[in-house]
C-alpha cells in the first residue's frame, strides 16, 4: 500500500467514524448534548434531546472533500421539522415497537454547511414508564439512525453512503434501566458493556478521545415529587428536589462506565 493509499483510507476511516457519530446521536465528538426528561404524575411526560454538532461539522469539513460530503448529504441547507412517523412508517427494518414510540415524535433538525451550523432536537411524548424504560434504554436509537440516512441521503440515493452497521450507536445503550413511577434505575450492562469494547469501531473512537475529544452531556430530569433518595455523587439535585441533573463527558464511559450508573428513587 503506497502512502498515497493508506493516507486516503485513514481519512476514509475517520470519516466513517465521524458520520456514525453525526448519525446515531450522541455517540463521540466535540459537541453537546442535552437531554431532558419531563415525568407527570402519572408516569406520563417528554423525552426530549438537544444536540449541537456544530464543531463536529466543521470537524468534518477540514477531514474530507467536497466531494464526500455531498456523497453523504452534507452540502445543503436544511432548517425543517420532521413528524418522525412519516420516516418511519415505509422502514422495514423498524420494529413495531420503535414505530409506536416514534408515532408523535419530532425532529427540529438544521444544517448550514457555510455557517458551520449542525443541530437538532429530537421530542418523544411518552404516555407511561414502559415507554420512558424504552426509550432511555435505546430503544429510539435504531429508528433515529433510520431517519439520519434518509434525512442525509444523496437524491437519488436510499440512505448515507458512508453508514455502516450497528456499532458506536451502542454506546449509550450498555446500561439496563427500569422505570417505575417512582424510581430509575440504571444499572451498567458488563456484557453489553464487553461486546461494545470488542468492536472495530471503538478502537478508533478511543484513538480520538487521545486528541482531546469529547461530549458535554447533561441529564436533566424534571419529576412529579421530591427525590427520597440517589446513589451517584454526580447528581445535583434542585433546592425542591423534584430536578435531577447529572453533567458529564460521555467519553469517560469507555474507560470508567460504572461510573454512570444510578437510582433515583422519588
Known sequence: MNFLTFTKTKMMNRLRYCVVALLLCCLASCYE?????????KGAG??????????????????????????????????????LKTVLDSSQTATADQKRLFN?????????????????????????????????????????AQVFKKVFAAPGSESASAMPDQGLDQISNVFDVIVTNGSIVKKLNDAKYKALMDKPEIAQARQMIGNGFEVLYTTTIKLPRPVKKSDNPLIKLSDDKKTVTMKYDLMKLFDTPEKFSYSIYY
Request: net charge negative; aromatic share 4%; proline share 1%.
Open 33 to 41: 448534548v442535552n437531554e431532558e426528561i419531563a415525568i407527570d404524575d
Open 104 to 144: 408523535d415524535g419530532t425532529m427540529k433538525l438544521k444544517l448550514n454547511v457555510k455557517e458551520t451550523v449542525l443541530k437538532a432536537d429530537i421530542n418523544f411524548p411518552f404516555k407511561s414508564s414502559g415507554d420512558l424504560q424504552s426509550l432511555m434504554s435505546g430503544s429510539s436509537t435504531a429508528g433515529l
Open 46 to 83: 417528554t423525552y426530549l434531546t438537544k444536540m449541537d454538532m456544530s464543531s463536529l461539522l466543521q470537524m468534518m469539513q477540514t477531514m474530507t472533500s467536497e466531494e464526500e460530503m455531498t456523497k453523504n448529504g452534507l452540502d445543503r441547507a436544511i432548517d425543517t421539522t420532521i413528524n
